[in-house]
């Protein structure tokens, strides 16, 4: 059965560009060799390394509470890795962090929650073509000279004295009163 670790390279309160790492350690003997190596490492060079729980969540929560992304509490500033601990190890010896960071692709649940409100973003999700952030709302039943009817007031007052007038022509020929 697999753990998960996580994993924060700085000391700095977590904000836009920061990363946590999700190190995701099984139970074979190679990993837990690698798994003690890690912890050993982080604790000498002072990264955030511990195994996950409230009390984690609790601590990402602190380090990212002035930094909230969209002013969203669902969505949080940092960027979240998911690797294995051979992967972590191997970006540890190699010093590859950088090169990890700078390829990583966000999922598309975390593009959608982190742009949902930028303008261009909701252009090229829906492939609109247009010239304003947002689109002109057309109101469907408040005004009257976009529907079709029999609505214009002088026309109607028109007729009413065009009836009048007719009902006095045929009163006064016809004698009917």
């Not at 995701?24 to 190679?30: A, F, K």
């Not at 929560?61 to 191997?90: H, L, N, W």
């Not at 689109?135 to 007729?159: A, I």
């Amino acid at each position: 059965m697999k753990e998960k670790y996580c994993l924060v390279r700085t000391d700095a309160p977590l904000g836009i560009d920061s990363f946590v790492y999700q190190v995701w350690v099984g139970s074979t003997d190679p990993e837990l060799e690698k798994l003690v190596l890690v912890q050993a490492f982080c604790k000498d060079v002072g990264w955030y390394f511990k195994k996950w729980s409230r009390t984690v969540d609790s601590a990402l929560e602190k380090r990212s509470k002035f930094s909230r992304a969209d002013g969203a509490r669902c969505v949080t500033p940092y960027r979240m890795i998911r690797i294995t601990i051979k992967e972590c190890y191997q970006h540890i010896l190699d010093d590859s962090f950088t090169t990890l960071e700078k390829n990583s692709v966000m999922t598309p649940q975390e593009t959608a929650w982190r742009f949902r409100f930028d303008p261009a973003f909701l252009l090229r999700k829906h492939a609109q073509k247009c010239n304003t952030p947002c689109p002109p709302s057309r109101r469907k039943y408040l005004s009257h000279s976009r529907e079709k009817g029999f609505y214009n007031v002088g026309l109607n007052l028109t007729l009413a004295i065009l009836l009048l007038i007719l009902d006095a022509i045929v009163t006064k020929i016809f004698g009917l009163s």
